[in-house]
């Protein structure tokens, strides 16, 4: 892994505990060298007063950790769900989304850099307060709000405090995250969360901690906490870069795990991905490497398997694994299809889907709305 050295306030930047954007952290404890540590993520940064953290938004202040950018977003915009990718929780229905910034990992390839990197707090363009964010997704027919654009779990205090605002109004939220959390804050994350789409980038340590800036045990951790100690509905994404993470016998090592650990009905997206960021001399994935990675997830046993950034009407609908008949057809974000019963099963089988549905799909289509929450104050 790449050394980091946290970095220090600039003197133009004086933040203190009474800004309302700064709020104690719940995650940290000292050492003896004076040192706080913050233990949110396995990162563990150890900081002196004055220095942020990696992920930049988590800083020391007064003497403890704290959240920078609470009640601050890099922006608001209204998605179809299947967008993040969720094609088993609640289908064709809108999500609320949004993101702050910083990010507790460096992945040379991040296809939001411009917020996740971002070191700017103009970044920060859009003010809102739970209970805000809960009264525009009601009041814009939001089944679910989205914590995406970059990894929510830096963010922490604020999403937790969203979510539950969220919850008071009968309202889903969803996290979309590489899973890079600890042992000691996921109980606290996920106990706030419904349905979760984790980005397992790989299935190496060699790509987690040389591309990716971190550890895949941390996120296989976080993985099998969410099957087995949790309700949260979640589906995994798995960004296909050729010549890192492509060969056929890591793809079926992971299946295997996946199948194994997690269980053969957890949804699994292979997507493409595109030259970005530190990684622009690398081509984009040819759409026969989703073919190829599908099939060889479908043979070690998995039930839901699907291809991502690239039109495949077949790769992106959900099929019955006993007999074959279609259940959702999707091209792109738009429902094509719906095969599924009131209670969820295969009308031609009767065999159940496992998901979370509503006896009718939504009709939100592919549509893209961006959303100002000073609307909604």
Known sequence: MEQYSPSVFSQMEEIKLSQPDVVAGRYWHRLDDGRIQCNVCPRFCQLREGQRGLCFVRARVEDQVVLTTYGRSSGFCVDPIEKKPLNHYLPGTPILSFGTAGCNLTC?????????????????????????????????GCRSVAFTYNDPVIFLE??????????????????????????????EFFDHMDAANVDLKAF???????????????VLDTLQYLKHETNVWFELTDLLI???????????QMSEWIATELGVDVPLHFTAFHPDFKMMDVPPTPPLTLTRARRIAVDQGLRYVYTG??????????????????????DWYTLTHWGLTADGTCEQCGTPCAGVFDAEPGHWGAQRQPVRLSNFR
């Open 242 to 252: 050729p010549g890192h993470n492509d060969s056929e016998e890591e793809l079926k």
């Open 108 to 140: 040379k390839f991040c296809q939001n850099w411009d917020i996740s990197k971002s070191r700017e707090i103009d970044t920060l363009a859009d003010q809102a307060s739970p209970e805000t964010i809960a009264n525009a997704a009601d009041r814009l």
């Open 158 to 187: 604020y999403a937790v405090d969203v979510a539950k605002a969220c919850r008071e109004r009968g309202i889903k939220t969803v996290a979309v995250t590489a899973g890079y959390i600890t042992e000691e804050a996921r109980g």
């Open 309 to 330: 950034n690239v039109h495949d009407e077949d790769g992106g609908s959900t099929y019955c694994h006993n007999c074959g008949a279609k259940l959702i057809g999707r």
């Open 204 to 218: 190496t340590e060699e790509f987690y901690s040389g591309i990716a800036g971190g550890h895949l045990q941390p």
